[in-house]
């Protein structure tokens, strides 16, 4: 059961990336409901034309939710995504840089480097490039910026070196943003999740063939938890709406995990085998 967050003014306007599926999709749904104008994005129009759906049936004002699809390792569709939110709703309170993926790949793999700069290219300079975009549009609303960053941006984990760099260094960004930001009215903050089900993560790094697979893999994983399950993109969807409040004008430059405590339990894959 999430929280129902009823301050969200039918003037915000609330800009989430990689929202056809998981936990951008649970944010956007979330936001709308809270009543704010939310911008979902992705490459796959069906899966977007869903979650606009949802958002509109539970928008208190049947809002409907701007779709842009786009690859945004393009910078021409980082402009356009920016461009076509403030040409529709004139301003941007809140950008949520959600869009990730999570190959792995070890560094004796032919492919490794390849790899390494397509997930580079997504997980960490699509945050740079949009945030760089949306600085003057945030200033002028007093606006905000929630990364979704990972608890694999704080721990080592073999074979997932690329994952764990683009994490750390999007830590890094939340807090020196943080810092040079502030005096310009916005507040940014970084939340980690731990292992989230009914996500698209594993499907798309190949590690699943479908949803029940990948639920099934998030399940195992999740019992080495302290909380013993794996979480739910809604919950980390709660915190987001927290910290994107005005409930929390006195938070930023803040890392919060939602993660079932795998970071303090120190609670990652096995070590390798020698
Ligand atoms: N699930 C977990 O256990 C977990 C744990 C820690 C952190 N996270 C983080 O949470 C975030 C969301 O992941 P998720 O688990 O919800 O996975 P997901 O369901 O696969 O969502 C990933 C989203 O990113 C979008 N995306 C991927 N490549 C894109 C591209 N080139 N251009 C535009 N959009 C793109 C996807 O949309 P399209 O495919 O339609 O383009 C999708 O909406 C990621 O940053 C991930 O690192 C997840």
């Known amino acids: 059961m999430s929280v129902k967050y009823d301050f969200y003014d039918d003037m915000k306007v609330v800009l989430i990336t990689g929202s056809s599926s998981g936990i951008g999709a649970a944010i956007a749904v979330q936001f709308a409901q809270s009543g704010a104008n939310v911008v979902v994005t992705g490459r ?23 779709e842009v699809v786009g690859d945004i390792t393009e910078k021409t569709q980082c402009k356009r995504l920016v461009e076509t939110t403030i040409g529709q709703f004139g301003r941007l309170d809140i950008l949520v840089n959600n869009a990730g993926i999570g190959t792995t790949g070890a560094l004796s793999d032919g492919d490794y480097y390849d790899k390494f700069e397509s997930l580079m290219q997504l997980n960490l300079n699509t945050t740079v490039y949009l945030t760089y975009l949306s600085v003057d549009h ?12 990972s608890g694999a941006g704080v721990r080592a984990v073999a074979g997932v070196s690329a994952y764990c760099m683009s994490k750390s260094a999007m830590d890094m960004f939340t807090y020196c943003c943080a810092a040079e930001l502030g005096p310009k009215n916005i507040r940014v903050n970084v939340i980690s999740p731990g292992p989230v089900k009914s996500t698209g993560i594993m499907i798309a790094a190949g590690a699943a063939q479908g949803t029940d697979q990948s639920d099934a893999i998030f399940e195992h994983v999740g019992q080495v938890l302290p909380v013993g399950r794996p979480g739910r993109p809604e919950e980390v969807a709660d915190a987001v709406l927290f910290v ?10 803040t890392h919060m995990c939602v993660d079932g405590g795998i970071v303090a339990a120190n609670a990652f894959a096995a070590p390798p085998k020698h």
Do not use: M, W, Y
């Not at 034309?49 to 939710?65: I, L, R, W």
């Not at 945030?138 to 960053?149: D, M, R």
């Not at 994107?244 to 430059?253: E, I, K, M, Y």
């Open 138 to 149: 945030l200033s002028k609303t007093g606006g905000n910026i929630v990364n979704i960053s």
């Open 244 to 253: 994107a409040s005005d409930h929390a004008q006195f938070v930023t430059g």
């Open 44 to 66: 796959r129009a069906d899966k977007l034309a869903e979650v606009a759906k949802q958002c509109q049936n539970v928008s208190p004002k049947q809002f409907k939710a701007l």
